[in-house]
């Protein structure tokens, strides 16, 4: 790769903006490069950033991790466009961070990762993975095998939110749920019960259900 294709390489990778005010007083105000992320709507579930600077990353964890920070968010660059864009961020995230050596350089790469740990994002790279996950977030009893019947019903229900993604595995797709999925989910569920029920399956009766484990 030559120097221009370095530079574009550059350039596409998304930028995360964190900007932490006090009144008019501005405490922080930090970009960083995002390797990774996954955006749903105007929300992020997932994101990384990597700084070279020790005090961007801590400044930007701690932004994630103290409730009494009142931060603004916004990213652009890569899939997500090339103006910023303000983005929201979950109440409760797992924060990861580490401090990586590059070879043939005297600093240190600092790499912060940050999961949204609501429950709401499932990353699957098949129907079967999907369902199981789907399976094991909602409540209405369920068998495993009715996922090869209901996946597609379930895809075009609006249960599922596809959200946009940066730097994950691509076999990976990723969705976010609806904020009534657990009514959507149960309809499905109740909707197809039904029809077996009418074609006088007598299999939904006589087996025992596994609840979402």
């Not at 950033?49 to 990353?57: I, L, N």
């Not at 569920?189 to 006088?200: A, D, F, L, P």
């Not at 399956?201 to 484990?213: D, E, S």
């Amino acid at each position: 790769m030559n120097e221009t294709e370095d530079e574009s390489a550059a350039v596409a990778l998304p930028k995360l903006h964190c900007l932490v005010q006090r009144g008019d007083t501005i405490r922080a105000d930090l970009v960083a490069t995002m390797p990774a992320a996954i955006l749903a709507g105007d929300q992020l579930y997932y994101f990384e950033v990597a700084a070279t600077a020790d005090s961007t990353a801590h400044a930007i964890a701690g932004a994630l991790s103290e409730s009494r920070v009142d931060a603004q968010w916004q990213i652009c660059g890569g899939p997500f466009g090339s103006d910023w864009k303000v983005v929201r961020l979950g109440v409760h995230f797992t924060i990861r961070d580490t401090r990586l050596e590059v070879a043939r350089w005297k600093g240190r790469l600092h790499h912060v990762a940050a999961l949204d740990t609501a429950g709401d994002l499932i990353l699957a790279d098949n129907d079967s993975t999907l369902w199981s996950k789907l399976r094991a977030r909602m409540t209405c009893p369920t068998l495993e095998r009715w996922g090869v019947a209901l996946v597609p019903r379930i895809r075009q229900s609006g249960l599922l939110i596809p959200a946009n993604s940066h730097g994950i595995d691509p076999a990976l797709k990723a969705f976010v749920l609806a904020p009534d999925a657990s009514e959507r989910f149960d309809g499905i569920i109740g909707n197809y019960v039904r029809e077996i029920g009418s074609r006088k399956q007598n299999g939904f009766g006589a087996t025992r259900l596994k609840g979402a484990a």
